[in-house]
């Protein structure tokens, strides 16, 4: 049975110092610039940890870097390649449970076959402190991917927020060690205690305000496949410009290109790359195998939520929601997931959207003009009427929901979708 | 995902220390010059112990770093039949490739692998073998076919369909000499573009292969070239009745890694460099079953 304990919030620094000694402590923390970003904490008196929102990037970079440089070489006198030097080993401290599950996805990506030696010696040699979350943000969905809001295992610790003090919770031996060794920071946990835990995690389940369905989507996937035009549609919003590859927590494609530094040496780097660039997949030569830009797209959406699926029974996508808000074209897993779930009821919905727009207009709502715009953006992107009217602040819920109610009361009874015919 | 052939292993040289891309230091001990684009490099490990442990199959690629410009999956074109350094046959086509065409005798390069599964040349034994290639397809076809030259008791005959561009772009003269001196071996080739002097056959590489005569139960074929090229043969062999799994082609893709970590050969699930780069037609008729509608 592993342990668990309670830490008072004022023993959290004392802790950390000790805990942290002679290792890379990174926590989140918020910079000049009012970001919130996990970051190395050079020192705990004049660095803040700030762990009331999730950090806008997740903890990929420490285990693996955007840019790491993998050997440096010499090729004056024959051809030799040197290896980095090991680092220090490292806490992550106040990681989020879609942060830390991504870990154990890239994990699985770096050791599960031929196993990458420069992820492992950063890996081997970090401890994983989480914290769940008590209350999901705007665009979390880690409920959908079974990613959080707390996890059960994958962290050495992971604290829950009891107010003045923290539940802690042991996800392996090295977690109870770790409680051993400093006995004077942790009180022995009560029974309010668990029940308040208890408690939070109940309420933080019911607080997601997103419903992202990926396991529909995966269903319908695999039972109908997905709409040439919702491709199109994501193609024509997708500037290819990487970005949604290098936010996501478990996207771990790389490239590899030498850096000289001078004839005779260089530095041989391994960098971020991304399944969205036309360059990924062409040749010397010229023959592109993965081309236009929808064939990417599908890579990308059909690799994390379809084949990562059918091999791994669960997405390669935690839910972290940072995709949302990083695309200039808002082609998101998001998007997707909606467009897929959606897609068939398509002519359903092109009916209801056109009697819908209708009832709108004639109440005044919404003039001709923009129900125009919005009924294309329906029928184009597959995304119902009302949620595009809602989303882009042309009605409130309320409005539309009074609107539907009036035309019900007129028609005198509602006839039930499905149960009809 | 897919069901590995027994016979085939996957090939992976792990260094004493246990880092997959780390490279080893080799040395260009000879190049032949086989026609104005394609040059074949003999190339040997510097580390005696490295060389002695080194074995592969035809088919298998090795990833090859050049001073300062990177690294690239290469597929070795010499048998392991042969003894001593191995060969790699390139074509100039970019940044990198065209280094290493600068490059002269005694100049370094690095080496890591070999990597992929091989063409599985135990369960081609006793069939009658059919390679097309064209242009650099040649090259780890020339693997093959000296694999099948050296122990030519094994394999019941051999045909070579080879197509160029133009006769001077004909390249593995030397080869293809030997080859058709081989009782094994029926050496056929075509050229796009005659010149003159020219007295062989003109026409696509798919027009060879009319008047081969193909028997199901006893043919493999073993595909290398363009992708147009690969499908219109592969198209055409099944229409003359040979089924895709005895239909066998060597895919290339752009690879960073060569062991499926850097995602650039991801298809549909798979890696081209690990669970490939030589597939039969079903398995990637499967691969591409693995894609939803």
Partial sequence: ?421 | MMNQPQHIKNNHYTPNNGDMLLPSEATIKDIIIENSTIKTFVIGLTDPQHAQSFSYMPGHFVMVSVPHQGEAPISISSSPTQQGPFHLSIRKAGRLTSAIHNMTKGDFLGIRGPYGRPFPMKALENRDLLIVAGGIGLAPMRSVINYCVDNASQYSSLTLLYGSRSPSDIAFKADLEQWERHPLVDVRLTVDVAEPGWNGHVGLVTSLLEDIEINNQSHSALLCGPPIMIDAVSQMLQDKGLEPENIITTLERNMKCGIGLCGHCYMNGIYICKHGPVFTMSQLNEIKRHQPK
């Avoid at chain 1, 109440?363 to 989303?391: C, F, H, S, Y």
Wanted: hydrophobic share 35%; glycine share 8%.
């Fill in chain 1, 1 to 421: 049975m592993l342990k668990k304990k309670i830490i008072k919030k004022d023993h959290l620094k004392p802790f950390l110092r000790k805990l942290s000694k002679g290792s890379d402590l990174i926590a989140p923390v918020r910079n000049e610039l009012g970001d919130l970003l996990y970051q190395k904490i050079y020192s705990l008196d004049h660095q803040e940890i700030d762990l009331a929102a999730q950090p806008q990037e997740s903890a990929k970079p420490f285990l693996f870097p955007q840019s790491e440089r993998l050997y440096t070489y010499d090729c004056a006198k024959g051809y030799k390649f040197e290896p980095e030097k090991d680092g220090k080993p490292t806490v992550l401290f106040g990681l989020r449970s879609c942060d830390i599950s991504a870990i154990l996805y890239m994990d699985v990506v770096f050791m599960r076959g031929p196993k990458d030696a420069h992820y492992i010696r950063k890996r081997d040699k970090t401890i994983i402190i989480g914290i769940g979350c008590n209350q999901p943000w705007e665009n979390c969905f880690c409920n959908a991917t079974k990613t959080g809001p707390f996890l059960e295992f994958g962290f050495d610790l992971q604290l829950t927020d009891l107010g003045d003090r923290y539940f802690v919770e042991s996800g392996r031996a090295r977690g109870d060690s770790i409680l051993d060794s400093w006995p004077q920071f942790f009180s022995p946990v009560t029974e309010e205690d668990k029940r308040l835990r208890y408690q939070l995690v109940l309420e933080a389940r019911s607080g997601f305000t997103r419903q992202v369905h990926v396991d529909s989507a995966f269903k319908r996937i695999e039972q109908e496949g997905v709409s040439p035009s919702i491709w199109e549609y994501l193609a024509k919003r997708c500037d290819g410009c990487g970005g949604c590859a290098y936010i996501c927590p478990t996207c771990t494609c790389f490239t590899i290109y030498d850096s000289p530094l001078s004839p005779d040496k260089g530095e041989r780097i391994r960098m971020w790359d991304s399944c969205t660039h036309i360059g990924f997949t062409s040749m010397a030569g010229g023959h592109n195998p993965v081309n236009p830009q929808k064939d990417r797209l599908k890579r990308r959406f059909l690799h994390k939520l379809y084949y990562d699926y059918r091999e791994f029974k669960r997405p390669s996508c935690v839910g972290c929601g940072r995709c949302l808000g990083i695309c200039f074209g808002g082609v998101d897993i998001g998007l997707f997931v909606e467009m897929v779930c959606s897609s068939h009821k398509e002519p359903v919905e092109k009916e209801t959207s056109i009697l819908l727009a209708k009832l709108l207009v004639e109440a005044g709502l919404i003039d001709e003009e923009t129900m125009q715009k919005a009924l294309k953006d329906t029928i184009n992107r597959g995304i119902p009427l009302g949620k595009i009217l809602v989303d882009n602040g042309l009605v409130t819920r309320k409005q539309l929901a009074e609107t539907l109610i009036q035309e019900i009361d007129s028609l005198g009874k509602i006839k039930s979708p499905g149960k009809g015919a």
